[in-house]
């Protein structure tokens, strides 16, 4: 017998404990071993939920519970999830976190402590919900250098831009739809400034190359400022506008970003709509691979979770090495990354076309039937190329990259 | 140092051989130990190629080689790759193999004698090629009941289709063009009948039950009726033809087919074109998840082979438990498998729009404008209710299944 606590009886906590009790007889068969939930902590208390009766206040009763072997933290914010999960660890018990914050900031020391303890850190469940994609990526694809990973990773903003795609809406208004759908939260901020993909694409490049990489160092850009005439020039180039965690490698560097571009129905990631999430992996060796799911959503987040608890149960007082290092990634600054951009300019061509070719040299116009702008797309150029040319044109109204 | 020994210079074989020379340094890293091919085992001779250095003629070489811990078999076939990869395993040898017809035969045994032994028999590269799918199902999906496989599990007739859809060309002029490409074999009997898809669809669905479905149990139903005019009427309905190998859960017993079938825009597989694969799984907590990327060629196909060698290495003398018994997985007879049903009837809707009601009540006409025939979509019924309705009828020209 496994004996599982899980810290934080919310959306994904709760769901946690459904599948435990719900698929006991499977996941015994599974795991090898019978897994019950032992306890629950939670500030709150849950009258008339069957959780009320292993529900505990205090975190002390569960990190001094010998019989505790599987600590699930599904709290939460960086405080006390960091200081809960690193005394677990450290009282000899494995994790697994739902938690991206806390993988994002903290991954590489949880998991030093991991393996000095002979226990295991795993958080599947904090990028790509449902979808298996810290595991593949750390074990299928370990034969491979990865060369890009380029992912939908955030449920709110893709079923926004789809929307606004499918119906030509502007922005405002989906968002408020997706916050009476219960897509988005009321404070959209993380989701729509691309805080929450930026954390991701963090944790998956960590992964790929094994050093840290800080999502604060990640140019990122929401999708606030999409509106409904990028829409109609995307839509004119077969294009779809699609808001994209990705990273590449550059030589002995690496780039990062997050930010909305255009993607051309070539592009696997092309089809993935509405609140679902995709990640897609270029290998040295396999070539493009796809990962796609539920990105959120309490159950398919829960199921991520207890996959990680199965294979701890497995692993018990064996720690599963995860690379990922404190050493920092050596980054490719921002200005050096080479992008193709979509550009709309103030006036019309009369205005813009000469000068354009003066300082582009070769521009493909798009004409979506607005007289009063001019736009088109560029050949590859390092961002820092880029910039100094909108500046120096000083009429842009947006641009964006274009993912191949 | 882990010494590793192929079975078999072939393309898989020899693309093993170059992975684990060309990422040499990472595998190492990621292995947590250096991997070296100490010998490769080929009845032909490769002169000029740097394997003939390793290259040995007779397997006992290998088998009684102690050094050697991790056997990869890639040659194909049903013998002797069977005699050689359990005599490996008795020998207390790791194997890898990515031979479909191998493990759709004899996974069951292979597994126990691994377990015996306690060494590993992974087969990673035995479905889907470069895609992860064996080791999600096995690990990822763990806390989920699995309520439906279905995939695109065969490149050759994924391309031959999605030509057929995208040119309005005729099966057999897409067939002689996708071997002139090499997509597609000179005896393409395997792929076009369907044959290869039901192994790969028997290999998942038994890992997902823990039970032996033998690929001679299920219906299995190739692409070579499929005509011009069939694609026309998908089109008229929005859907594609695609090949799908399906198994569904259907109360305490699981259904299992490999067909052509209609497939809307909705379905995740619909998006799936060309040699590519991917395959749905839906689990009763994750929801839908798809794994897509290359389903064959060398360096993916090695890609997940050397995936299974790096995680041999780490598991030296541990024994990995996969739960694949030989009892009997309970299969639904095919006669009681509910499906929706497209149909085509010689004659014009004259002569068949009274007895069609007569016969299925319920019919909803596809009119894609040829007047010598009348087609429809019927709502779902059992296969045995519609074979008995079609024999009615007497004039049935072609029908597919739909596939939700």
């Not at 780039?255 to 993607?263: G, K, N, W, Y």
């Not at 990640?279 to 979770?305: C, E, H, P, R, W």
Request: negative net charge; glycine residues 8%.
């Amino acid at each position: 017998m496994i004996n599982v606590s899980v810290l934080g009886y919310g959306t994904v906590g709760s769901g946690v404990v459904e599948i435990i009790r719900e698929n006991a007889e499977l996941i015994t068969k599974r795991a090898g071993e019978e897994i019950r939930v032992k306890s629950v902590l939670d500030l709150r208390d849950f009258e008339g939920d069957p959780v009320q009766e292993i529900l505990v206040h205090d975190f002390n009763e569960i990190v001094n519970d010998d019989e505790v072997q599987i600590v699930v933290e599904t709290m939460g914010g960086l405080h006390p999830a960091y200081e809960f999960v690193k005394a677990s660890l450290e009282s000899g018990k494995s994790v697994c976190t739902s938690n991206k914050a806390l993988v994002a900031d903290f991954g590489p020391e949880l998991l030093e402590i991991a393996e000095k303890n002979h226990v295991n850190f795993l958080f599947e469940a904090s990028v790509g919900g449902g979808i298996p994609i810290i595991r593949p990526l750390k074990i299928s694809l370990a034969p491979d250098e990865i060369l890009e990973i380029s992912g939908i990773l955030n449920g709110t903003t893709n079923y926004i831009l789809t929307e606004m795609t499918n119906n030509g809406s502007a922005f405002d208004d989906v968002l408020k739809d997706a916050q009476a759908k219960g897509y988005a939260e009321a404070d959209p901020t993380a989701d729509v400034e691309g805080h929450d993909a930026c954390r991701k694409i963090a944790i998956l490049t960590s992964l790929a190359y094994g050093k840290q990489l800080d999502f604060g160092d990640i140019y990122t850009e929401g999708i606030t400022k999409v509106t409904d005439r990028d829409v109609a020039y995307a839509k004119k180039l077969s294009a779809k506008i699609k808001i994209f965690g990705t990273s590449k490698k550059a030589g002995d560097k690496v780039s990062a970003m997050v930010a909305p571009v255009f993607v051309y129905p070539e592009n696997p990631l092309y089809n993935v709509d509405g609140v679902f999430n995709a990640i897609l992996v270029k290998g040295n060796m396999v070539g493009d691979v796809m990962f796609y799911g539920q990105g959120a959503g309490k159950l398919a987040t829960a199921s991520a979770v207890v996959s990680d608890v199965i294979e701890e149960a497995k692993h018990v007082d064996v720690n599963m090495k995860t690379l990922w290092s404190h050493e920092k990634l050596d980054l490719l600054p921002n200005d050096e990354v080479k992008n193709m951009f979509f550009v709309r300019l103030r006036g019309g061509r009369a205005e813009n076309e000469a000068k354009v070719k003066e300082v582009f040299g070769k521009a493909d116009e798009v004409d979506a039937g607005f007289s009063d702008e001019y736009a088109f797309v560029l050949p590859e150029m390092t961002e820092g190329e880029f910039s100094k040319a909108a500046e120096k044109l000083g009429n842009v109204i947006n641009r964006f990259r274009i993912a191949l």
